[in-house]
Nanobody, 124 residues
Framework: QVQLAESGGGLVQAGASMRLSCVAN????????MGWFRQDLGKEREFVAA???????YYADSVKDRFDISRDNGKNTLYLQMNSLKPEDTAVYYC??????????????????WGQGTQVTVSS
């Protein structure tokens, strides 16, 4: 069993930066494929970014060149650095994990474990 806990959300103005963190407990992070998803009110959950155990990463087109996903396996922590934030980035952001270390899936069904989510609100 893997427990995930996100932190770092909040309210910022457009153009600002923010870093989300996700601490994994119950399994070593280097044995997990990890991802970030987000969901705004009334919308479906969407893929943001994913990273494999060996740091191979993928991004949604909407965040490419603005967001950076990284992992510190020694601290069992996943990060999402978000720059040049836009109002359309407003959503609840979820950390996700799968026990397949090379998993970099783009769909919610590709992941087994989920955090409780952290709200990110970007004002215009």
């Amino acid at each position: 069993q893997v427990q995930l806990a996100e932190s770092g959300g909040g309210l910022v103005q457009a153009g600002a930066s923010m870093r989300l963190s996700c601490v994994a407990n119950g399994r070593a992070l280097n044995t997990l494929g990890m991802g970030w998803f987000r969901q705004d009110l009334g919308k479906e959950r969407e893929f943001v970014a994913a990273i494999s155990w060996n740091h191979e990463s993928y991004y949604a087109d909407s965040v490419k060149d603005r967001f950076d996903i990284s992992r510190d396996n020694g601290k069992n922590t996943l990060y999402l650095q978000m720059n040049s934030l836009k109002p359309e980035d407003t959503a609840v952001y979820y950390c996700a994990a799968d026990i397949t270390p090379w998993n970099t899936g783009l769909h919610s069904d590709d992941y087994t474990y989920w955090g409780q989510g952290t709200q990110v609100t970007v004002s215009s």
